[in-house]
């Protein structure tokens, strides 16, 4: 039950101390009109910021949650996507994605990840890309701090203190910024977007004589691989790839 009041909840993590004066009683008409069942307004007021250049995971956990009224497939799972970009481990935004994802008719089959991948992948799913960043930010600092009382300290056990707690935080700013550069380098190699198109097929080679594979449908988040003219090479989350022409997918990078 929990599970499905949480659409009627649209203030849920919004920084308001972030946002302009005028951005905050935009947002504040958008909830209401929300509230008031009013979505395609809702929806019109959090893009109005969106285009003013405020960004945040509430904001598409919003935006989100009124397209799932308006029963628009392949928006509310685009911004839910975005808004796990930002806060992956949310449990509303997890929660309220899982019930948008199950409006898209392709139910696609996740390949099994080995115990490590599955590891790699909690441990940087912990934070998104800029607070990793963040956390090292803070880790230098703390680091910088040990150190310089290290130094400065003359009693023996004092001493030894801060020397531990400094090579402790070096070792957790080490392994902190090699999750920032991994995840840097994946979000820059791997292009993930989501089909807008109704419905589609997927060939095997990219022209129009080639065998149909399968069929997707809107909503559906494909791995972008290639492109040659009008022809786009893709990859589901089973593994299988292939070729559509003319498929409106949009990117799920940060522009």
């Given amino acids: 039950m929990r599970k499905l009041v949480l659409f009627s909840v649209v203030v849920l993590l919004f920084q308001t101390s972030v946002l302009g004066q005028e951005n905050k009683t935009v947002f504040e008409n958008a909830n209401t009109a929300y509230n008031a069942g009013q979505f395609e307004q809702a929806v019109m007021l959090y893009k109005e910021i969106l285009e003013s250049g405020q960004h945040s995971a509430a904001l598409y956990f919003n935006l989100a949650n009124a397209y799932y009224r308006l029963n628009q ?8 996507e975005k808004a ?3 806060n992956p481990t949310d449990e509303d935004i997890i929660i309220n994605g899982a019930f948008a994802q199950n409006m898209a008719i392709d139910a696609i089959e996740v390949l099994p990840k080995s115990q490590i991948t ?12 800029e607070g990793w960043a963040y956390f ?3 880790l230098a600092w703390m680091l910088a701090l040990f150190w310089a009382l290290y130094l400065k300290n003359r009693i023996p056990l004092l001493k030894r203190s801060f020397f531990v707690a400094a090579l402790t935080v070096a070792l957790l700013f080490l392994g902190t910024l090699s999750i920032a550069v991994v995840k840097f380098s994946r979000n820059n190699e791997l292009n993930y977007g989501i089909l807008f198109n109704k419905k589609i097929e997927v060939s095997a ?12 449908h809107e909503g559906t988040k494909v791995e972008l691989l290639d492109q040659l003219q009008e022809w786009q090479k893709i990859r589901i989350a089973n593994g299988s790839e292939g070729w559509i022409k003319e498929g409106t997918i949009r990117s799920l990078k940060n522009n």
């Fill in 73 to 80: 497939v392949a928006e509310s799972i685009f911004y839910f």
């Fill in 118 to 129: 599955q590891w790699e992948e909690k441990a940087m799913g912990l934070f998104s890309q």
């Fill in 136 to 138: 090292a930010v803070f």
């Fill in 84 to 86: 796990k970009q930002l």
């Fill in 205 to 216: 080679e990219p022209n129009s004589r080639s065998e149909a594979l399968f069929l997707l």
